[in-house]
């Protein structure tokens, strides 16, 4: 199937475009962006003037950051389009729910991915703990924010979530492994005094059966990165590193048998082909949910300002 990419940037370059060229599912018939193209791509600076020009292009993956996102979708789908949205989904819940209303309506294909729930051992870890009774979950994400978003402004700005851009990764992993629902009781939100979005942030949760689940996110982390998620169960603990790519039981490393972080992408464009062959979506929006209360529940703190 031929597909159009939305917004060259750093993820498109990183991950979509190696992605679509070594699928057999896909062909990367057009780019769109103001700045950015693709070797060998037919390229456009205008949406509508693509949407317009390539009918035959049936798929758009959405690549831009999350506040001018929305628009985009939004004329996707009432092109017709089959749509693939980069987390998080929407730059707030209610247009996450307009686009579902709206696929719903034209009859296709919605994908909100999740690219972490793709990363090796997080299939694994759900299946490891489905049967058991879970006391505790601690989640550490604490990464260089100078490293990984250098010089990108929209990120601290409102809709771009601050250390919820990393954090609501690991709150989709959350809300793929655990067997039970969890909702949000009380958070802080550290903000630099020149930003509108949180640097940091903690949080606490209500868990059915009384486990205590709490994540601290902190784009302050100079030195090693740390993507962790620990849980305490009745049959020992089981953490998850790098970002699900490596999983530990009871001090017993497990590996991959495919490739860890590098196949999230990969596994993103499969379940997309999958998704538009039988004509269903795929939008959950749990790990949204929770950094929506986050904001709405959330104690701020004002801490020192922050320059790239
Ligand atoms: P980015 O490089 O800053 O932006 C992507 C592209 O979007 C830009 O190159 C720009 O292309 C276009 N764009 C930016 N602002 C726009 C606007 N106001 N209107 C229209 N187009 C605009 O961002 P990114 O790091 O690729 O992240 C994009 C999305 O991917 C985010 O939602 C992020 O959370 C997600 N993501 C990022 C990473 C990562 O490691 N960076 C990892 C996983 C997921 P033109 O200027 O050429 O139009």
Redesign the pocket.
Same mark, same amino acid.
């Given at each position: 199937m031929d597909i159009a990419l939305? &917004?060259? &940037? @750093?993820?498109?370059?990183?991950?979509h475009v190696p992605a679509i060229n070594a699928s057999p599912d896909w062909t990367l018939a057009a780019t769109?962006?103001?700045?950015?193209s693709v070797d060998g791509v037919d390229s456009y600076?205008d949406f509508a003037q693509m949407l317009a020009e390539r009918p035959e292009i049936r798929v758009v993956s959405l690549?831009?950051?999350?506040?001018?996102?929305f628009g985009?979708a939004a004329a996707a789908l009432a092109a017709g389009r089959h749509v693939m949205l980069? @987390?998080?989904p929407g730059a707030s819940l209610s247009e996450c729910h307009r686009l579902i209303e709206l696929a719903r309506a034209q009859g296709v294909t919605l994908y909100a991915t999740w690219?972490s729930r793709e990363a090796a051992m997080v299939a694994p870890a759900k299946a490891w703990l489905t049967d058991k009774t879970m006391t505790r979950m601690t989640v550490t994400w604490k990464e260089d924010v100078r490293r990984?978003?250098p010089g990108?402004d929209?990120?601290w700005e409102p809709g771009g979530?601050g250390v919820f851009?990393p954090g609501?990764?690991a709150l989709s992993i959350v809300t793929e492994i655990l067997p039970d629902p969890i909702h949000l009781t009380a958070a802080t939100l550290e903000v630099p005094e020149n930003k509108q979005g949180p640097i940091a942030a903690s949080l606490r949760f209500a868990h059915p059966k009384g486990a205590d689940v709490s994540a601290v996110f902190d784009w302050r982390q100079d030195g090693d990165q740390t993507w962790t998620i620990e849980v305490e169960t009745d049959a020992g603990t089981l953490a998850l590193h790098d970002g699900g790519a490596r999983m530990v039981i009871n001090g017993q490393e497990h590996r991959a048998e495919g490739p860890t972080l590098e196949g999230e992408y990969p596994r993103l464009y499969a379940n997309m082909a999958g998704l538009v062959a039988t004509g269903d979506s795929d939008v959950d929006l749990a790990p949204m949910r929770h950094v929506a209360d986050a904001f709405l529940l959330g104690r701020r703190e004002t801490v020192a300002p922050f320059h790239d």
């Open positions: 939305v &917004g060259i &940037g @750093k993820i498109a370059v990183d991950q769109v962006s103001r700045q950015g600076t690549c831009l950051p999350p506040v001018p996102r985009y980069e @987390k998080p690219h990984w978003h990108q929209w990120i979530l851009d609501i990764n």
